[in-house]
């Protein structure tokens, strides 16, 4: 018998900021099937929450 992990809610997942002089990279993409495409978006952001720069 598997064990199963309960649903995680929307609730139990928050962004941390990184520390002080470190900044975080938040990645995410998207793939379509239909036409084989996709999309990557790319974001930094400081110590204080403040958006750095951001890609796609």
């Known amino acids: 018998m598997a064990l199963e992990e309960p649903p995680v809610s929307a609730n ?4 941390v900021k990184p520390g002080n002089g470190w900044l975080k990279c938040n990645v995410d993409c998207a ?3 239909a036409d084989g ?13 403040t958006l750095v720069q951001a890609h796609t």
């Open 12 to 15: 139990d997942v928050s962004w």
């Open 31 to 33: 793939l379509f099937s």
């Open 37 to 49: 495409s996709f999309g990557i978006g790319v974001c930094f952001c400081d110590s204080s929450g």
